[in-house]
């Protein structure tokens, strides 16, 4: 890889991370003229811009969590675009349905700009794709050597194994994930003949949009049907942690309650969540995952945003990278964002 350019081809300033040579932004977080979107997360595509260009996968969900009448450009993954000469392109990222890096090469120099990705399975194909480059600005959410993930089937070993064992004590067993993508890859991941499974409205509304597109899911009902249908079994119920102690709880009475995070791999966490039990499942990198994504790239230069950001691009910077911080407007150690959507 050739040495970086004196003027970068991608910067961060006060509303994001912009292109100047194709006058776009990459997830902005103020409003802006055009706006290239990793993926549906609140933190990433905010409403305003005037113009948007995302993968159909993260269309879909923008439209029914932002509004349906925003100017969506859509892509596919790997399908060129070239805006003000630079060759912008989405690769998978493995993150939720729909997530991209976004490639942007210029004269012979790329960049690739993470979003946030996860490596290993995804629930909807969209597995991660490492991308050569000059420079990889890359999250760190879990920039910690602690964090590091069981293999999911584990982990949803024993989410079926606590239903099943609530069910034989006379319990309805209610998880939280948040409603876009820990919601369905629970969804997805369970096994759906120990009982019905119930989804929390923000869930339930994504999941329909989801199936509607033509994607593969697996079925589940609503508060409203579930109270409807004859009760042959206790349920699973899928909710947004925002929604705990929400009234539709009542309805579901004796219940335990679990959370499905990378966070609870800090001990205390399922304490200060109040939450009975703990699951380690993220849609985000692990420490391992970071730094293979990394050696991937193959990048001259590492920008590390969000999460442990400074102790992650201290770590690289003794192990010989050139790393450093590039700051954003969500650059705590708390990344997963809990959305506001608890009525029911």
């Avoid at 584990?154 to 034989?168: E, R």
């Avoid at 335990?256 to 009975?276: C, E, P, Q």
Wanted: charged share 20%; proline share 4%; net charge neutral.
């Amino acid at each position: 890889m050739h040495p970086i350019r004196k003027h970068p081809l991608l910067e961060f300033n006060s509303n994001g991370i912009y292109c100047a040579q194709a006058d776009v932004y990459i997830d902005p977080w103020r409003k802006v003229d055009r706006a290239l979107i990793t993926h549906a997360h609140a933190d990433h595509a905010r409403y305003g811009m005037k113009h948007y260009l995302t993968t159909s996968g993260s269309a879909l969900i923008m439209r029914e969590r932002i509004g349906h009448s925003l100017s969506i450009e859509t892509t596919e993954y790997s399908q060129k675009h070239t805006i003000g000469g630079v060759k912008f392109s989405f690769h998978p990222a493995g993150h939720v349905l729909g997530s991209a890096m976004i490639r942007a090469e210029y004269k012979g120099e790329v960049w690739v700009a993470s979003g946030d990705y996860k490596i290993g399975h995804d629930s909807f194909g969209n597995h991660f794709e490492p991308i050569p480059c000059h420079t990889f600005i890359t999250e760190s959410t879990f920039g910690l050597p602690v964090f590091r993930w069981e293999e999911e089937s584990q982990v949803f070993d024993a989410i079926n194994a606590w239903w099943k064992k609530n069910q034989s004590m006379g319990y309805t067993s209610i998880v939280y994930a948040y409603s876009l993508g820990k919601a369905q890859r629970v969804l997805q991941g369970i096994d759906p003949s120990i009982g019905p499974v119930v989804c929390h409205s923000a869930v339930q509304k994504l999941n329909r949009a989801i199936h509607d597109a033509g994607y593969s899911i697996h079925s589940s009902s609503s508060f409203t049907q579930w109270k409807d249908s004859p009760k042959e079994a206790l349920p699973l119920v899928i909710a947004p942690p925002a929604s705990a102690d929400g009234p539709w709880m009542k309805n579901h009475k004796p219940y335990v309650t679990a959370i499905a995070s990378g966070w609870m791999a800090l001990r205390g966490n399922r304490r200060r969540r109040n939450v009975d039990r703990g699951f380690v499942l993220s849609d985000h990198a692990d420490w391992k995952g970071l730094l293979f994504a990394i050696e991937q790239s193959q990048a001259n230069q590492v920008l590390v945003t969000h999460g442990y950001s400074q102790l992650f691009s201290q770590y690289l910077t003794e192990k010989g990278w050139d790393a450093r911080v590039a700051e954003t407007a969500f650059s705590d150690g708390f990344h997963e964002v809990e959305e506001n959507q608890a009525s029911e």
